[in-house]
């Protein structure tokens, strides 16, 4: 696979600094931080920091790997129902949103009609008072 496929794998699934979280169930992937060593690094005429980016980049790639493959066992299935999930969730965060649009238009028009001194008690009053 390429690096760019393992970039959106791991954009996609990490949380944190070192955890790849499954999208569908509780599997994950640690992924450590890489020390640097810079004793080990010499032997390979390295730096030290050079030795952990290279160890780091082969790292990554294993856990991209490991979490495609599992991404990879589940069913179709699987994902059409956390796509409906999903779908679900979106449209009733769209239903609360227009509800509180709801209520700040209302607020609005009961800050004006307070602002032009007229004192309600309903949301009928408050919308015939200031129109």
């Known amino acids: 696979m390429s690096g760019n496929s393992d970039r959106v794998i791991v954009e996609n699934t990490i949380v944190g600094a070192e955890l790849l979280v499954c999208?569908?169930?509780d599997f994950t992937v640690y992924a450590?931080?890489?020390?640097?060593v810079p004793a080990i690094a010499e032997v390979f005429g390295l730096s030290g920091e050079t030795l952990a980016r290279?160890?780091?980049?082969?790292?990554g790639k294993r856990s991209a790997g490991r979490m495609r493959d599992h991404l990879r066992a589940h069913s179709p299935e699987d994902w059409l129902g956390r796509?409906?999930?999903?779908?679900?969730d979106l449209a009733a965060l769209r239903r609360q949103n227009l509800a509180l649009d709801a209520q700040l238009g209302h607020m609005t028009r009961?800050?004006?009609?307070?602002?032009?001194g007229i004192t309600t008690t309903t949301p009928q009053e408050t919308a015939d008072a200031t129109q």
């Open 32 to 36: 450590p931080a890489v020390p640097v």
């Open 54 to 59: 290279i160890h780091a980049e082969q790292e």
């Open 23 to 25: 999208l569908l169930c």
């Open 110 to 116: 009961v800050n004006q009609a307070l602002d032009a």
């Open 83 to 88: 796509i409906r999930a999903l779908r679900d």
